[in-house]
C-alpha cells in the first residue's frame, strides 16, 4: 500500500515539473497574441517617413526609414520595428497581453525604454506612459491610414495638466509605393496571414510568409506553422 501511495506521489510530482517546464518554455501558444494583433499586420514591412515638430513646417524636420517584423520567440510574441536616422525612437515593440489591451516599449535615442499602454479605437491605437508623481506622461498614437500609410503622433503632458503638447508627428509611407496608392495583393503568409513577401521551402514545396520573425518561426517549425495554417483556413471555410 505505501508503495503505491508513494509512487502515486511521485508520478503526481513529475507531472507538475513537467507542467512547470513545458510553460517556461514557451508552452502556451502564441496564436491568441497574433490574432489581437491582426490589426497591425499591415505595419510589418520597409517604410520610410517625414518627421515635423510643427505640422505643416519644415522647420526640424527629419527623414528616417522604418524596418517592422514579427517577433515570435518562445517567452514573447510581438511586433518589433527599428528606424534609421530617427530623432525620437531608435526601435519599438508591440505586443498584446489581453483583449483590446496593448504594451509598447519604445527605446529613445538616448537608449532610455519608455512604456506605453493603451487600447485600439477602429484605426487609432492611443497609449499614454504611467509616470511617478509630478513626472510628464508621454502619449503615442498609431493611426492606420491604409495599407501604404500610417502615422505616430508623440505628445506629452505636465503631470498636474489636463492637455497634451506636441512633441513631433512622423508619416510613414511603405517602401516602393507612391502617397496615392493603397491596396496590396499576393500571396498569404502562412504564419500570420499576412501579405507574403519571402519565399520559404518545405518538402519540396515554397509557402510565403511576410517577414524576417516569420520566416525564422517557420524554420524553426515548418510542421506546426503548416498544421496551424491549415486549420485556420479550415476554419474559415
Not at 98 to 112: G, H, I, P, Q, Y
Request: proline share 3%; hydrophobic share 35%; net charge positive.
Amino acid at each position: 500500500m505505501n508503495s503505491g501511495r508513494d509512487f502515486l506521489i511521485a508520478a503526481t510530482l513529475i507531472m507538475g515539473v513537467g507542467l512547470i517546464l513545458h510553460a517556461a518554455d514557451g508552452g502556451a501558444s502564441s496564436e491568441p497574441v497574433i490574432a489581437r494583433l491582426q490589426p497591425f499586420q499591415n505595419l510589418i514591412g520597409p517604410w520610410r517617413g517625414i518627421g515635423q515638430p510643427k505640422r505643416g513646417s519644415n522647420a526640424g524636420a527629419w527623414k528616417e526609414t522604418l524596418d517592422t517584423a514579427w517577433d515570435l520567440k518562445k517567452d514573447q510574441t510581438g511586433i518589433r520595428w527599428s528606424a534609421k536616422d530617427a530623432t525620437q525612437w531608435k526601435s519599438a515593440w508591440l505586443s498584446s497581453p489581453r483583449e483590446n489591451e496593448f504594451v509598447l516599449k519604445a527605446t529613445l535615442a538616448d537608449d532610455t525604454v519608455r512604456e506605453y499602454h493603451g487600447k485600439l479605437d477602429k484605426d487609432r491605437l492611443a497609449l499614454e506612459t504611467t509616470p511617478a508623481d509630478g513626472q510628464d506622461v508621454h502619449r503615442a498614437t498609431l493611426t492606420l491610414l491604409n495599407e501604404n500609410r500610417w502615422t505616430l503622433l508623440l505628445e506629452r503632458r505636465g503631470g498636474q495638466q489636463s492637455f497634451y503638447q506636441r512633441i513631433a508627428e512622423i508619416g510613414y509611407q511603405r517602401e516602393g509605393t507612391r502617397l496615392a496608392v493603397g491596396g496590396t495583393s499576393g500571396p498569404e503568409c502562412v504564419v500570420t496571414g499576412g501579405l507574403g513577401t519571402i519565399a520559404v521551402q518545405h518538402a519540396s514545396k515554397t509557402y510565403y510568409v511576410c517577414c524576417t520573425g516569420c520566416r525564422d518561426a517557420f524554420n524553426d517549425d515548418p510542421e506546426g506553422i503548416l498544421k496551424a495554417y491549415a486549420e485556420r483556413k479550415a476554419a474559415k471555410k
